[in-house]
């Protein structure tokens, strides 16, 4: 069994920052890659920004040189930076993992409950 626990969503005015962090925990074997999402409302879940275990980060080019991804592979924990909110940054932020089990030493891909995030004034 695997979790990602997400946290650090909000309300905050445009202009403004946030930090959202997500832990995964259970029977992990090993992570290849984590990273987040964001769906707004009436809209399809959209790649934000990821970060493959070993590799480089990318972004979607709305967040360049706004958001930061991070991980601290040790507590298997994804930070998303975010700064210069703007109110199209306003959506629920999903947590994603790809992973192997101990369990069953398949690979496959997690997600979190969502986080809402809400940039306005």
């Known amino acids: 069994q695997v979790q990602l626990v997400e946290s650090g969503g909000g309300l905050v005015q445009p202009g403004g920052s946030l930090r959202l962090s997500c832990a995964a925990s259970?029977?992990?074997?090993?992570?290849?890659?984590m990273g987040w999402y964001q769906q707004a409302p009436g809209k399809q879940r959209e790649l934000v920004a990821t970060?493959?275990?070993?590799?480089?980060?990318n972004y979607a080019d709305s967040v360049k040189g706004r958001f930061t991804i991070s991980r601290d592979n040790a507590k298997n924990t994804v930070y998303l930076q975010m700064n210069s909110l703007k109110p199209e940054d306003t959506a629920v932020y999903y947590c994603?993992?790809?992973?192997?089990?101990?369990?069953?030493?398949?690979?496959?891909?997690?997600w979190g409950q969502g986080t809402q995030v809400t940039v306005s004034s």
């Open positions: 259970g029977s992990i074997f090993s992570i290849y890659a």
């Open positions: 994603y993992a790809d992973l192997r089990t101990k369990a069953t030493m398949n690979r496959d891909g997690y």
């Open positions: 970060h493959p275990t070993g590799g480089s980060a």
